[in-house]
């Protein structure tokens, strides 16, 4: 049924795209740069688009969440990411609210399955 | 490698100058990461640079992630208004300007029909691309503000007693018929105005060449001429107000009553008055022999006109009062 995996494709591109930040952020708390981001969270399972990360990092750098540095003591500069003080705070939060998040829906799954 | 710049010049060229430099050197560093890794130590070639090309996709959509929110001349927030605004701002330009040029035609009589509809054509033209262009540049700059217009007109806290009440299928006036009779009494303008003497009957026989006889005197007509586009313009003016309103209100009936009143009165005083019809017209008649010889052709004619009268009478009676019973009967 290719629809059937068409409509739960998009529904999982939606679940993840809400945690997405959470997920970015939770790994700069030391400095990385676009791709190595990229690489560590297909590691953990998490596995974000190019296309997708490295937009979000710059918008993320923008709302002031991120601070960013050009290295360029290597032959390739690269642009390093890391969490700011505001995205500690933030990220801080965030950890709180997405454990609230999943036990109501962990409870929520559950409970239909007890039925 | 070439192929990696002309990547990132396509992106980067759809973004704002002062993100672009930046943007450029660390899209050219992730590229490179991601080519790096795929060949190891040896060098990229055009399958695997392709391959990274479609990985982080048409270049049109990233640089769509890179800005925030989208780029709009004017929003979907805004359209309506605009549009709306755009409608009525281009029907009452062109009301201006056929009046005008109606005016200038009395002040200056142009040499042809030619010139006439050369200038009328050019002058709604221009004004009505300078309308345009003027409403977007105002609406782009709200766009651009970020502001939206409903929102700014909306009381802070909404309440639903805000809510608009729903239009009464009964009293709807539709758009449409409006934009019809606003169209008819435009061109109504020009024809009586530019080109009144080609009113008339067109004889044809089988031997001659074809006949124009006019209807009008031309003086005749000339001096009765305002009072046409007077009940035109009421007439337009009329209709503007449907299409803003959009529904029969009672006050909108009222004016409406009003306005069919007056234009009745100046029909009946324009073809009553005194002139009008042209001589050839009626020795016409006569020679095809529809009016006897030794009758009165002016009192045949005046019985004629009689009937034309009841029948605009009823007409503009009937608009009238089925307008003014709607108003007040479905009216909460």
């Known amino acids: ?18 945690v997405l930040i959470l997920g970015v952020l939770s790994r700069l ?23 997708t990360l490295y937009p979000l990092l710059r918008r993320l750098e923008k709302q002031g969440l991120l601070d960013s540095t050009w290295d360029t003591s290597e032959n390739r500069p690269r642009k390093y990411y890391k969490l700011s003080e505001q995205g500690q705070k933030i990220y801080a939060e965030l ?13 929520l799954v559950k409970g239909e399955r007890g039925n | ?31 490179e990461d991601m080519l790096t890794e795929k060949v190891k130590d040896d060098k990229a070639t055009e399958k695997e640079i392709d391959q990274v090309l479609i990985e982080l996709g048409d270049p049109a959509v990233l640089a769509d992630r890179y800005r925030a929110k989208r ?34 035609f009395f002040v200056e009589p142009p040499g042809s029909i030619f010139e006439l509809f050369l200038k009328y054509f050019s002058a709604l033209f221009g004004a009505l691309l300078q309308v345009f262009a003027w409403i977007t540049v105002i609406f782009a700059i709200i766009e651009h503000q970020n ?19 729903l239009p009464d299928k009964n009293l709807a006036i ?55 586009n007077i009940m035109l313009a009421i007439g337009m003016v009329k209709e503007s107000l449907k299409l803003v309103i959009r529904k029969w209100t009672k006050g909108l009936a009222l004016a409406n009553l009003a306005f069919n009143l007056l234009s009745f009165g100046l029909f009946v005083l324009f073809i009553r008055g005194e002139g009008l019809w042209s001589d050839a017209f009626f020795a016409f008649w006569t020679e095809v022999g529809l009016i006897p010889s030794g009758a009165d052709p002016l009192a045949l004619w005046g019985q004629v006109l009689t009937g034309l009268i009841a029948i605009v009478a009823l007409g503009f009676l009937i608009d009238s009062a089925v307008n003014l019973y709607k108003s007040f009967r479905y009216q909460q």
């Open chain 1, 95 to 107: 950890i709180v609210e997405w454990q609230k998040i999943s036990a109501s829906i962990t409870a």
């Open chain 2, 147 to 165: 502001f939206s217009i409903s929102e700014e007109l909306k009381t802070e806290t909404w309440y639903p007693a805000d809510l608009p009440e």
């Open chain 1, 29 to 51: 708390a030391v400095s990385e740069y676009g791709y190595s981001l990229v690489q560590t969270l297909e590691q953990e399972g998490f596995p974000i688009e190019p296309g």
């Open chain 1, 1 to 18: 049924m290719g629809e059937t995996a068409e409509q739960l494709n998009a529904i999982v591109l939606e679940m993840r795209r809400g």
């Open chain 2, 1 to 31: 490698m070439e192929k990696v710049e002309r990547y990132i010049y396509a992106v980067t060229k759809r973004l704002p100058q002062k993100q672009r430099s930046d943007l450029e050197q660390e899209l050219r560093s992730l590229i």
């Open chain 2, 174 to 228: 539709k758009p449409a018929e409006s934009l019809v009779g606003l169209l008819f009494a435009v061109l109504a303008i020009i024809l009586f105005n530019t080109a009144e003497h080609l009113i008339g009957i067109y004889s044809f026989s089988d031997d001659g060449p074809m006949r124009l006889i006019p209807l009008f005197d031309p003086e005749g007509f000339r001096a009765l001429l305002p009072l046409i």
């Open chain 2, 71 to 104: 780029n709009y001349l004017i929003g979907p927030e805004n359209y309506e208004t605009y549009f709306l605004v755009l409608k009525i701002v281009v029907a009452a330009v062109a009301f201006g300007i056929t009046l005008a040029m109606t005016i200038g």
